[in-house]
């Protein structure tokens, strides 16, 4: 079997030691005569899944114990709305950091249900090249919340400090960083995570929550919709995505063998650094736009001197096995994923190629 170097944004790489995991246990879960897919989520089968994915996510992030962890459906697109749904009340407003296009959509859909500001944006025109300074955020100290996205997939920045917004409670989303390195959970209210990128595949969000936060939730929305719901009946409280849980247990189990976060975060940066590092090496051919201070670990964009050439890049990376290199249909340009299933192989054999590109286009 021939595996491809897969750099897509997501749904992005998995760990190869996961998914054979899934593969072993795919027809026969543990002796029960079914796969895990089969299995009722009230069952003990999955039960057990279910419980060793929330305890590792608890160990490797060290949540506390006033924080609820929840397993939801819909992607964090479903959160643009279910966070203003619960956490918005009326005559409230809510302050929304706009550094992307995820947080653009976030900010509108917020729009929708309640009163909501623009606390800073760093566009230009329709683009992004960093994440705001503390003392560009003009930030409402009677806010319901301050939303910001700490990493940008479409125009590759990302937050590397929290920002610090006083008494009003910090709500991240963290699709396309979680798990990337150790955070301190109670710099956050809530943090909300769609898994296709670093935990597992699509189909599940990981909800991180104040307990008190929660409790004082609104009441008068649908009851599907609030978390107080699912945090009393352990995101049981209708069928879960059982399958996308279990495969998540799997990851997570991984990065605890691996040595947990510090040193998932010791292998992104090694990552990181050499393709930045290559970059900034060859910068007569390729451009990265990002300002260095807001530069993604996780998504590194960047642009050759033509159109043509970056489509001719991305052909003949795809011959040599690297795939998911074209940039967001709304940037263009060129898009590497260095997610946490990425490994370093797969790092040196894309800069190796960048060079010789360069080398053979000059």
């Known amino acids: 079997?021939?595996?491809?170097?897969?750099?897509?944004?997501?749904?992005?790489?998995?760990?190869?030691?996961?998914?054979?995991?899934?593969?072993?246990?795919?027809?026969?879960?543990?002796?029960?005569?079914?796969?895990?897919?089969?299995?009722?989520?009230?069952?003990?089968?999955?039960?057990?899944?279910?419980?060793?994915?929330?305890?590792?996510?608890?160990?490797?992030?060290?949540?506390?114990?006033?924080?609820?962890?929840?397993?939801?459906?819909?992607?964090?697109?479903?959160?643009?709305?279910?966070?203003?749904?619960?956490?918005?009340?009326?005559?409230?407003?809510?302050?929304?950091?706009?550094?992307?296009?995820?947080?653009?959509?976030?900010?509108?859909?917020?729009?929708?249900?309640?009163?909501?500001?623009?606390?800073?944006?760093?566009?230009?025109?329709?683009?992004?090249?960093?994440?705001?300074?503390?003392?560009?955020?003009?930030?409402?100290?009677?806010?319901?919340?301050?939303?910001?996205?700490?990493?940008?997939?479409?125009?590759?920045?990302?937050?590397?400090?929290?920002?610090?917004?006083?008494?009003?409670?910090?709500?991240?989303?963290?699709?396309?960083d979680f798990l990337w390195r150790p955070i301190d959970v109670r710099r956050y209210a809530l943090i909300y995570a769609g898994a296709q990128k670093n935990i597992g595949p699509s189909g599940v969000t990981v909800v991180v929550a104040r307990k008190d936060l929660v409790e004082n939730s609104r009441k008068d929305i649908p009851k599907i919709f609030q978390y107080r719901t699912h945090a009393e009946n352990n995101s049981l409280y209708n069928t879960p995505p059982t399958f996308a849980i279990y495969l998540v247990r799997n990851v997570l189990a991984i990065a605890k063998e691996l040595g947990g976060l510090p040193e998932i975060e010791r292998k992104n940066r090694a990552k990181a650094g050499l393709l930045y590092g290559t970059l900034d090496e060859l910068s007569g051919f390729y451009r990265a736009p990002v300002e260095r201070e807001s530069r993604s670990v996780m998504n590194v964009v960047f642009r050759l001197p033509t159109e043509d050439l970056e489509k001719r890049f991305v052909a003949e990376a795809a011959k040599q096995g690297m795939v998911g290199l074209a940039g967001h249909r709304v940037t263009g340009g060129i898009r590497v994923s260095l997610y946490n299933a990425v490994e370093l192989a797969s790092v040196e054999t894309l800069v190796r190629f960048m060079k010789d590109f360069a080398k053979q286009s000059a």
Do not use: C
């Not at 500001?117 to 300074?133: F, L, N, Q, S």
């Not at 319901?144 to 990493?151: D, E, F, K, R, S």
């Open 1 to 176: 079997m021939a595996r491809v170097h897969n750099f897509n944004a997501g749904p992005a790489a998995l760990p190869l030691a996961a998914l054979e995991r899934a593969q072993r246990e795919l027809l026969d879960f543990e002796g029960t005569g079914m796969s895990i897919i089969e299995h009722s989520h009230r069952g003990k089968a999955f039960e057990g899944v279910h419980d060793e994915a929330l305890s590792l996510l608890r160990e490797l992030l060290s949540i506390p114990d006033d924080y609820h962890v929840l397993f939801l459906q819909g992607g964090a697109s479903h959160q643009f709305a279910m966070v203003p749904l619960n956490l918005l009340p009326p005559g409230k407003s809510a302050d929304y950091v706009v550094t992307g296009g995820w947080s653009e959509k976030a900010y509108e859909e917020a729009g929708r249900i309640g009163t909501v500001r623009v606390a800073a944006t760093t566009a230009e025109g329709k683009r992004y090249t960093r994440i705001p300074r503390q003392n560009e955020l003009s930030l409402d100290p009677n806010a319901a919340y301050v939303h910001i996205t700490t990493n940008n997939t479409l125009f590759g920045t990302q937050w590397h400090n929290v920002p610090d917004t006083g008494d009003v409670p910090l709500v991240a989303d963290m699709s396309s």
